[in-house]
């Protein structure tokens, strides 16, 4: 479930209408980003979901040489964004599911905020004085590290910035009462029959100046120039490039073969029918899992040590948020705690140079960080119970039909899959999926499903999928 800045931020860029825009989705990124800022990004080994974009601590100019004059001024435009919602809902229902839920269900909730912002945009005849500008030279340890570490480099372009500071606004109370078996709430456990009211609020203030939504562009770097691609974004054009842009594929590892040509097959069907179904989802997946060829030691050794990283969200970004993930670098790096664990498992197991088994834990990672905090902790709930095999057959029975449905559409549960999940099991598995995006209401064909939810929905079918199959050493 998206947080409050970033609910905020997609809706002013929905309002503004502009699709090359890109809300900010946290805070911190906020206050980094700014016109001419450099982004890292690496593609995601996965066809359902990206990887997030990285702002560094680094602008273009940082890497260029001095010019002898400044460039043309930036275009401004100001525009005002005010937004209230306010929901009331009424609910009764129960779950025949072994779970025993009989309760009656009143919700309100109201968000608000108002904004005063600005569009940044950096003219054509900017762009046009900053490529005659030469790189540093000798070459900036930035470039040298993106170059060894293969990661594409983008500038931005157009910022949407704060002219004052607003404070976001979110209050909302629940009552519940009935006969009940299910927490209220997921971490408060309670059984019997009960009232409540639960209220909740939340404020935010944003400084001004924060940076809402950017454009961005992709920098290419040749060997004595560089150049802007104004067109072109896509994942097909490396700001690296090299004569040999696919040397993994001249590799003799069988693994490395297999996952490389099964992924080449997958992009050639892609494109061919120029759509995506829920059956290429479950191929790649599957596709992995089958590469990776681990022995039943060391998926132990990988679930457990998964586990407690997943208890510490700081494991998690170290690997793959800010690109320091040792497993990607050759020969394997030095690293404590649980992922030390794994590259020490990875070393010893009979088959190093495991690359199916690193792709496969990097695959893994990677959905996961698609994920909220929150659902990492439900995650590691999940897998201490062993109940990841339902929650996938159950997150599969949401995702498989109307795959590439574009609107809001509505589904209902499976009777037979909810029988495994019960009492605390379910509200777990209601909790992953209220962090997807879904609006789930207690046996009733009303549950609802934003397209939005199918990037998150995606990523937490591959990671339940993975970490069901860890599961059974």
Not at 65 to 83: H, Q, R, Y
Not at 261 to 278: H, N, P, S, V
Not at 373 to 380: N, R, S
Request: with cysteine; net charge neutral.
């Amino acid at each position: 479930m998206p947080s409050m800045f970033e609910r905020t931020t997609k809706k002013l860029v929905k309002e503004i209408g502009d699709q090359e825009l890109r809300p900010v989705k946290c805070l911190l990124s906020a206050t980094k980003i700014r016109r001419f800022s450099l982004i890292r990004r690496k593609k995601a080994r996965s066809w359902f979901w990206q990887l997030p974009d990285v702002p560094l601590d680094a602008s273009l100019m940082h890497i260029l040489e001095p010019g002898s004059s400044d460039p043309v001024a930036a275009v401004k435009v100001s525009a005002n964004f005010s937004d209230t919602e306010v929901m009331k809902q009424q609910a009764a229902g129960s779950v025949n599911a072994g779970a025993g839920v009989v309760i009656l269900e009143k919700t309100a909730a109201c968000r608000g905020y108002s904004l005063k912002y600005q569009i940044v945009s950096t003219p054509l005849e900017t762009w046009t004085k900053l490529e005659k500008r030469k790189l540093l030279d000798p070459e900036p340890a930035l470039l040298r590290q993106c170059r060894e570490a293969g990661v594409n480099l983008y500038v931005v372009t157009d910022t949407v910035e704060l002219l004052n500071s607003p404070v976001l606004q979110d209050l909302s109370s629940k009552k519940i009462s009935g006969k009940f078996s299910l927490p209220l709430d997921i971490l408060v456990k309670g059984r019997g029959e009960a009232e409540g009211i639960k209220v909740t609020e939340k404020q935010l203030t944003v400084q001004k100046g924060s940076v809402l939504a950017y454009k961005r562009k992709q920098l290419v770097f040749h060997e004595k120039d560089w150049e802007i691609l104004h067109i072109t974004d896509d994942d097909y054009q490396k700001t690296f490039p090299t004569g040999d842009d696919n040397a993994a594929a001249a590799a003799d590892d069988d693994d490395q073969k297999t996952i490389i040509e099964g992924q080449y097959l997958l992009r050639k069907i892609m494109q061919m029918f120029q759509w995506t179904d829920f059956k290429l989802l479950q191929e790649e997946v599957s596709q992995n899992i089958k590469a990776a060829k681990l022995s039943k030691d060391m998926q132990d050794v990988v679930f457990s040590n998964l586990l407690a990283m997943l208890e510490d969200r700081e494991a998690l970004q170290d690997r793959m948020d800010t690109g320091r993930c040792p497993l990607e670098q050759e020969p394997f790096g030095h690293l404590d705690g649980p992922g030390g664990t794994i590259l020490t498992e990875l070393q010893k197991d009979s088959r190093y140079p495991g690359v199916g088994s690193k792709f496969l834990i990097l695959y893994l990672l990677e959905a996961l960080m698609v994920l909220s905090d929150i659902q990492h902790v439900l995650l590691a709930q999940s897998m201490e119970k062993r109940i990841l095999l339902p929650q996938r057959d159950l997150v599969k029975s949401i995702l498989k039909p109307n795959f590439n449905c574009s609107e809001k559409t509505r589904f209902t549960f499976q009777p037979e899959l909810l029988v495994p999940l019960q009492g605390e099991d379910l509200a777990i598995t209601y909790g992953l999926l209220d962090e997807c995006g879904l609006k789930i209401e207690l046996n009733s064909p009303g549950s609802t499903r934003d397209p939005e939810a199918q990037e998150p929905l995606s990523a937490l079918y591959g990671a339940l999928s993975v970490l069901s199959q860890l599961a059974k050493a």
